[in-house]
Each structure stands twice: as structure tokens, then as C-alpha cells.
């Protein structure tokens, strides 16, 4: 359906858009949810030598996006997410074939178990139906999404930033003719091509034909998405991660993770934007790590203990404490120790990915079981929170939700189960 530009609509054209996308992606669901694993997996690795093929046009529509971006202020934090090279392709590429090689989670059943009755019963797990995905930036998004999606039985409804309309299109175009090439109707994947924000209004309230919305993108749209939709939300808000470098850490380890946890990229929901360290091993500790992070030009907002170390940092205010970068700025705590830390996360972290670094067994546990958080880590940066890293493939998103999945967003989190329930003719007495 990709037109090879965006189009322009009135708000009832809007509606009636919408309608019309949601009427084809609930007939393709039906389809794509009986589709044989082999012809799921083939159209996957169909579109990824496509998007290969397709190299030259990816990137100067990108280009265009990047030139756009530039001439409205986007952030750098936002432009590197924005940005396509050769790299970030093949990167998608190799994406969609890592997702053709997972297992199918589709049909998988528990081992039945026979009840008192007679009866026999089981779970099987099926998809969720239609997915609309509203995201911003990262055209990697569009996919990401489409290779789950399709993989996991589902139909697919694509809204991406007005900011990447042009990636997003290029792209949107390789997974059509993927599709189209081994058979599938190209209405399992269909991205919306109008940059109209009205559209995020009516694609996140048509219930009777999308099943489930995953927003992807800054504080404002999620928080509007969740408020104004009347389909269910796969969501989190912030990536508010931290790194927590204990009394008994292996100091060579804590500063390698940490600075990688934060220097590696900055723009993305794993990158660390708070740094605690505890008081008997900071002032070894974060003189070494200032350094570092002043040779990466990254910018320190401490507390008063922090900058009694490290004199150059700036003052940290309460704001700090609950702020996502999303750019070379970290803020820095001294903490007594491992309890003011666990309270510190669970006060102003948001759920998402936290790290602790130390030696210590018993700690570790207790961070573990304490941190509220949907990924918790033992000496490991917490740029790890993603879906290739976790064995998953390629991720919707990750989630901070509680229902009905929680952490990266891979195959089994776009499914859900029914029950199964086999008798020989029994009756209830």
C-alpha cells in the first residue's frame, strides 16, 4: 500500500483511513495467524534481502529525514536515532533472519494435565490479533515490529514519526515486496503514511479492530497514549536506569561497567542516567570515572558528597534524580550503602533496567529481590536490556508493565494463551 510518499488527509478522511487500515489488518490477521511456520520464516528472510537490495534508497531517504531533523533542532540524542548508515541496515537485515531462526511460538501446548473429572487440560499459545505500533525516530522500529509481528501470527499497524516518514517508507516498501514475493497479502504489515497526529488518535481508539497498542517513543506520547486509548497499552515511560556500584564491588569491574553502561550510547531506553556509588568506595572510584566521562564530554550533576570528590561536577538537583537524558549527561549519587540505594531506585527509578555491581552474594540477592524493576542485573551494564542480548531476536519495546509482559517485548510477549480443554464424552456431574 506504501505510496512512496506521505498523504495528506482532513480529519473525517482521518477516520475513515484508519477504518479502512483496520478493516484489512483484522482480515489479514485471521490469515497470517493459520500461516504455515516455513512461509513465515521465508517472508522474513525475503524482506531482509530486500532492505539489502534496497541499501541506496534506505539511505537517501534518510538522508532527508537527517537534513529535516537538523533544520528543526532535534536533539543529537534524537538524530542518533534517527540516523540510518550501512551498518545500522545490515543490522536490520541480519534482525529479520535472526527472527526467521527462532522458534515459532504459535501453537506451542503445556503438557496436558488430567483433571478429577476426566477432563483433560492444556494451554496453547496464540497470537494477540492486530498490533498497532506508534513510535518515534529509530525507522530500525519498522522492522523490528513488522519481523515480530509477522513471526509471532500477527497483523501489524505501523505508525512512525513524522520526523522518519521517509525511512519509514523506503523500508515500508522492502517488506511489502518481501511479502508480496513468497505470497503473503502485504495487508499483514501496513504502516500509516500520513504524519497527522489525528491519526495516533484514531488508530489508539479503534478497538474493534486493533487488539493491543505498543507506544514506543518520548515521555509526552506515551503518556498521551495511555490516557487517551481505548485499546489495551504495552508501555513504559522512562528508561530511568541506574548502576549501583556496592562496598564490596571489584573496582575494575564497576568502572568498566559503568562507564560503559552510560558512554556506550546515550540515546537509547538501557543507557544509564543516574549513578550510585557507595560512600567507603568513592573516593576511589569516582575521581577514575570523572575522567572518563570528561574524555567522552559527558556532563556530571552530583550531590554534595560526589562533588566534595570530584570538586568540577555540577550540582545535582531533585529534578535529576527522575530526569531521562537520553544524552551525554549522568547524574551522580554518593549513597551509605546498599539499603539507601535500593530505596533511592525504587523512588525515582522507573521500572525499567537497574545494575548492581559487587561481590557480594547476599547483596546481590537482596537487589535482586528488591529492585521493582522489569530487568534487574549482577555485574552487567545495563546496556544489555534488549531483546538480541536476552536471546529474544529483535524487541517491540520493553516493558514496564506489570500485565501482561513485563521486559523486552520479543515473540512470546506479542501472543497470549487459551485453554485447551479435552474430555471422551465427559459430562459434569
Same mark, same amino acid.
Given at each position: 500500500?506504501?505510496?512512496?510518499?506521505?498523504? /495528506?488527509?482532513?480529519a473525517?478522511?482521518?477516520? /475513515?483511513?484508519?477504518?479502512?487500515?483496520?478493516?484489512?489488518?483484522?482480515?489479514?490477521?485471521?490469515?497470517?495467524?493459520?500461516?504455515?511456520?516455513?512461509?513465515?520464516?521465508?517472508?522474513?528472510?525475503?524482506?531482509?534481502?530486500?532492505i539489502?537490495?534496497?541499501?541506496?534508497?534506505?539511505?537517501?531517504?534518510?538522508?532527508?529525514?537527517?537534513?529535516h531533523?537538523?533544520?528543526?533542532?532535534?536533539?543529537?540524542a534524537?538524530? =542518533?536515532?534517527?540516523?540510518?548508515?550501512?551498518?545500522?541496515?545490515?543490522?536490520?537485515?541480519?534482525?529479520?533472519?535472526? @527472527?526467521?531462526?527462532?522458534?515459532?511460538?504459535?501453537g506451542?501446548?503445556?503438557?496436558f494435565?488430567?483433571?478429577?473429572?476426566?477432563i483433560k487440560v492444556? /494451554?496453547m499459545? &496464540?497470537p494477540?490479533?492486530?498490533?498497532?505500533?506508534?513510535?518515534?525516530?529509530?525507522?530500525? &522500529?519498522t522492522?523490528?515490529?513488522?519481523?515480530?509481528?509477522?513471526?509471532?501470527?500477527?497483523?501489524?499497524?505501523l505508525?512512525?514519526?513524522s520526523?522518519?516518514?521517509? #525511512?519509514n517508507?523506503?523500508?515500508? @516498501?522492502?517488506?511489502?515486496?518481501?511479502l508480496? +514475493?513468497? !505470497?503473503?497479502?502485504?495487508d499483514c504489515?501496513?504502516?500509516?503514511?500520513?504524519?497527522?497526529r489525528?491519526a495516533v488518535?484514531?488508530?489508539?481508539?479503534?478497538?474493534?479492530?486493533?487488539?493491543?497498542?505498543?507506544?514506543?517513543?518520548g /515521555?509526552?506520547?506515551?503518556?498521551?497514549? #495511555?490516557?487517551?486509548? #481505548?485499546?489495551? @497499552?504495552?508501555?513504559?515511560? =522512562?528508561?530511568?536506569?541506574?548502576?549501583?556500584?556496592?562496598d564490596?564491588?571489584d573496582?575494575? *569491574?564497576?568502572?568498566?561497567?559503568?562507564?560503559?553502561a552510560?558512554?556506550?550510547?546515550? !540515546?537509547i531506553?538501557g543507557?544509564?542516567?543516574?549513578?550510585?556509588?557507595?560512600?567507603?568506595?568513592?573516593h576511589?572510584?569516582?575521581?577514575?570515572?570523572?575522567?572518563?566521562?570528561?574524555?567522552k !564530554?559527558?556532563?556530571?550533576?552530583?550531590?554534595?558528597?560526589?562533588?566534595?570528590?570530584?570538586?568540577?561536577?555540577?550540582?545535582?538537583t531533585? +529534578?535529576?534524580?527522575?530526569?531521562e537524558? %537520553?544524552?551525554?549527561?549522568?547524574?551522580v549519587?554518593?549513597?551509605? !550503602?546498599?539499603? +539507601?540505594?535500593?530505596?533511592?531506585?525504587? *523512588?525515582? $527509578?522507573?521500572?525499567?533496567t537497574?545494575?548492581?555491581?559487587?561481590?557480594?552474594?547476599?547483596?546481590?540477592?537482596?537487589?535482586?529481590r528488591?529492585?521493582?524493576?522489569?530487568? @534487574?542485573?549482577?555485574n552487567a551494564s545495563?546496556?544489555f536490556a534488549? $531483546?538480541f542480548?536476552y536471546?529474544l531476536?529483535?524487541?517491540?519495546?520493553?516493558?514496564?508493565?506489570?500485565?501482561h509482559v513485563? $521486559?523486552?517485548v520479543?515473540?512470546?510477549? %506479542?501472543?497470549?494463551?487459551?485453554?485447551?480443554?479435552?474430555?471422551? $464424552?465427559?459430562?459434569?456431574?
Open positions: 500500500m506504501q505510496s512512496g510518499q506521505a498523504i /495528506k488527509l482532513d473525517m478522511d482521518i477516520e /475513515k483511513y484508519i477504518q479502512s487500515v483496520g478493516e484489512r489488518a483484522r482480515t489479514a490477521a485471521c490469515l497470517i495467524a493459520k500461516t504455515p511456520t516455513d512461509d513465515k520464516n521465508s517472508a522474513l528472510r525475503s524482506i531482509a534481502d530486500r539489502m537490495e534496497n541499501e541506496v534508497a534506505i539511505l537517501k531517504a534518510n538522508q532527508i529525514d537527517m537534513q531533523g537538523r533544520e528543526i533542532n532535534l536533539t543529537s534524537l538524530l =542518533d536515532r534517527l540516523e540510518l548508515n550501512p551498518e545500522r541496515i545490515a543490522a536490520m537485515a541480519v534482525g529479520c533472519r535472526q @527472527v526467521a531462526d527462532l522458534p515459532d511460538p504459535v506451542e501446548m503445556t503438557p494435565e488430567t483433571r478429577p473429572s476426566g492444556g /494451554k499459545r &496464540v494477540l490479533g492486530v498490533i498497532g505500533i506508534i513510535y518515534e525516530s529509530r525507522p530500525n &522500529v522492522v523490528d515490529a513488522a519481523s515480530l509481528c509477522l513471526k509471532a501470527g500477527n497483523a501489524a499497524i505508525r512512525g514519526g520526523e522518519a516518514i521517509n #525511512s517508507m523506503a523500508i515500508a @516498501v522492502c517488506i511489502d515486496q518481501g508480496s +514475493q513468497v !505470497g503473503l497479502t502485504t504489515v501496513q504502516l500509516i503514511e500520513t504524519t497527522d489525528a488518535g484514531a488508530l489508539i481508539t479503534a478497538s474493534d479492530y486493533v487488539d493491543i497498542i505498543i507506544p514506543r517513543g /515521555k509526552g506520547l506515551i503518556e498521551r497514549i #495511555s490516557r487517551e486509548a #481505548s485499546v489495551p @497499552v504495552i508501555k513504559h515511560l =522512562d528508561g530511568i536506569c541506574h548502576v549501583y556500584i556496592d564490596d564491588a573496582e575494575t *569491574k564497576a568502572i568498566d561497567v559503568a562507564f560503559n552510560k558512554a556506550r550510547r546515550y !540515546g531506553c543507557a544509564m542516567e543516574t549513578l550510585l556509588v557507595a560512600e567507603s568506595v568513592a576511589r572510584v569516582l575521581p577514575v570515572l570523572s575522567r572518563q566521562f570528561a574524555e !564530554g559527558i556532563e556530571l550533576r552530583g550531590c554534595e558528597k560526589s562533588r566534595s570528590l570530584v570538586p568540577e561536577m555540577l550540582e545535582a531533585e +529534578q535529576d534524580w527522575d530526569t537524558y %537520553l544524552d551525554a549527561v549522568l547524574a549519587r554518593v549513597v551509605d !550503602g546498599l539499603d +539507601q540505594a535500593i530505596d533511592h531506585i525504587n *523512588k525515582h $527509578g522507573s521500572n525499567h537497574d545494575s548492581i555491581i559487587t561481590e557480594n552474594q547476599a547483596h546481590s540477592d537482596r537487589f535482586i528488591e529492585v521493582d524493576s522489569s530487568s @534487574v542485573m549482577v545495563t546496556q534488549d $531483546g542480548e536471546g531476536g529483535a524487541e517491540i519495546g520493553i516493558s514496564t508493565n506489570k500485565l513485563r $521486559g523486552p520479543g515473540l512470546e510477549g %506479542l501472543t497470549t494463551q487459551k485453554y485447551v480443554v479435552v474430555g471422551e $464424552g465427559t459430562i459434569r456431574e
